[in-house]
């Protein structure tokens, strides 16, 4: 149980296009979903936390207008990178929790801007 | 505040000798605290976590850790390292209230040698 799932798993794309990530989670419903990114060898960076009906909370230096983050329903949130550019290529993940601070990871997915 | 430390950036053990993987942290209130392995290029999967039940908490896979107050520590051990054992390992802590707060350690790289 507790599967998370990101869609899609790849993307490339070219700068100033906007790509949109989805998370869903699969055999549960999620209250909070989180966003992170993370650089090669690097620790996950948090980038936003959104509970299902409401507005994301975004992490000091992330930007709001850039990442547009939206929690329609309890299985779905999406992450949208708007005008993407070179230095956004990096490792996006997701996860999901349930109210018990245990968060269940997405695979992942990898941006190539170019 | 809250902070996460991982003591070793790199470790390297031999195959089927014991692995243990330091984590201090600093909160001011109880946390949760969670250990989450990454193999390259996935997602994160949930090894473990403290949530002020017993301090011996038992993962899968093998791994356990011990939640010691008077050290703030949540080291992760294994008996017996095992090749596939060889991934990325993070510790986090959270707290929640009307907010999750979620930290992550930088990450220690456990490598495995036959």
């Known amino acids: 149980g507790a599967v998370v799932s990101q869609h899609p798993s790849w993307v490339i794309c070219k700068s100033g296009t906007s790509v949109k990530i989805e998370c869903r989670s699969l055999?549960?419903?999620?209250?909070?979903m989180f966003w992170y990114r993370q650089f090669p060898k690097q620790s996950l960076m948090l980038m936003a936390t959104?509970?299902?009906?409401?507005?994301?909370?975004?992490e000091q230096g992330v930007e709001k207008d850039k990442f547009l983050i939206n929690h329609a329903s309890l299985t779905l949130s999406t992450l949208t990178v708007t005008s993407a550019h070179p230095e956004d290529s990096s490792f996006y993940i997701c996860?999901?929790?349930?109210?018990?601070?245990?968060?269940?990871f997405g695979p992942g997915t990898r941006l190539l801007v170019l | 505040a809250q902070s996460v430390t991982q003591l070793d950036s790199h470790v390297s053990v031999s195959e089927g000798t014991p692995v243990l993987l330091r984590c201090n942290y600093s909160?001011?209130?109880?946390?949760?605290l969670f250990w989450y392995v990454q193999h390259p290029n996935k997602g994160l999967q949930l090894l473990l976590k403290?949530?002020?039940?017993?301090?011996l908490v038992k993962g899968i896979n093998g791994f356990e850790a011990e939640f010691k107050k008077s050290e703030t520590s949540f080291h992760l051990t294994k008996p017996s390292a095992h090749m596939s054992d060889a991934a990325e390992y993070f510790c986090?802590?959270?707290?929640?209230?009307?907010?999750?707060?979620?930290?992550f350690g930088i990450g220690t790289k456990l490598q495995v040698i036959p």
């Open positions: 403290y949530t002020s039940a017993a301090t």
């Open positions: 909160s001011s209130y109880s946390p949760s």
């Open positions: 055999d549960f419903q999620a209250t909070t």
């Open positions: 986090v802590v959270t707290l929640s209230g009307g907010y999750q707060k979620v930290t």
């Open positions: 959104s509970n299902e009906g409401s507005k994301a909370t975004y």
């Open positions: 996860s999901a929790s349930f109210g018990q601070e245990t968060q269940y």
